[in-house]
């Protein structure tokens, strides 16, 4: 499929915010809502969008997102997300952050604390935060997925099993309705669940955008960590089970808080 102009712009638009809307759009473009909503059949026809009610978003699948897509989207969210997660740990303790281009927001945070020790295996966090002289980096071995400068596989599982972390912050692929943390890679998911095996306290970082989005392996569930750091209110059902769990809500666009 070839696409004109407007359609390559809904289709950046889509990748930068997770989701268009149909009035959105047609405001945007000065034209009619029909015009809109054939350019959206059109591009989730070839598989490029999803489209669900007033809007399409991007679609759900076995595959993720491009790294440098999603290190552009939703940017400003991560950083407060970031901020909000990075003011929650305290100087002097270990951490460990997983891959993922939120985590690296945080790991930027981080960069005025003093005395961390470090645990990852994500080569950017690392080179990140070595501009931090007075924390300590400890970069797991494993398998390097060049994508995302990620470390996974057995090797990293059992770096990681040496370790018992004050703190780990992960970060996810999706999440689903039932609260469930999802991914695409097996090899990190096993990994994933090492960390927060090794952790005394474990805090995810997801922005909205996960929650319209699937993958098909799972992590844990909610259940299972500490807290969340999102910019927008959970769906109200999610909301009340993380309360039956005792999972802390920190939601970085409204300052809501459901402990």
């Given at each position: ?34 015009t809109i909503r054939r ?22 699948g076995t595959s993720n ?21 990075a003011a929650d740990i ?170």
């Amino acid at each position: 499929m070839s696409l004109n102009f407007r359609q390559s712009e809904i289709l950046n638009m889509a990748r930068k915010s997770g989701k268009v809307t149909v009035e959105g759009l047609a405001s945007q473009f000065d034209v009619t809502l029909q015009t809109i909503r054939r350019d959206l059949s059109e591009l989730a026809d070839n598989g490029q969008l999803e489209r669900v009610h007033g809007g399409a978003i991007l679609p759900s699948g076995t595959s993720n997102i491009l790294y440098e897509e999603r290190r552009s989207l939703n940017a400003d969210a991560k950083q407060a997300m970031a901020r909000a997660c990075a003011a929650d740990i305290p100087n002097g303790v270990s951490v460990f952050l997983n891959i993922g281009t939120s985590t690296e927001a945080v790991a930027r945070a981080l960069l005025h604390h003093e005395n961390l020790m470090v645990v990852t295996n994500n080569m950017n966090v690392a080179n990140i935060l070595a501009g931090n002289k007075s924390c300590d980096i400890i970069v797991t071995g494993g398998h390097l997925r060049r994508a995302d400068a990620g470390l996974i596989g057995t090797l990293a599982t059992e770096t990681i099993k040496k370790f018992k972390f004050d703190l780990a912050v992960i970060g996810c692929s999706a999440l689903d309705s039932e609260g469930d943390i999802l991914d695409f890679d097996i090899q990190e998911v096993s990994v994933s669940q090492s960390i927060m095996h090794q952790a005394r306290r474990t805090l995810l970082v997801a922005d909205h955008s996960k929650f319209a989005r699937s993958a098909p392996a799972r992590i844990a569930s909610l259940a299972d960590v500490n807290a969340i750091y999102t910019d927008r209110p959970l769906p109200q059902s999610l909301a009340t089970a993380c309360q039956t769990w005792n999972t802390d809500v920190i939601c970085t666009d409204t300052d809501s808080f459901v402990a």
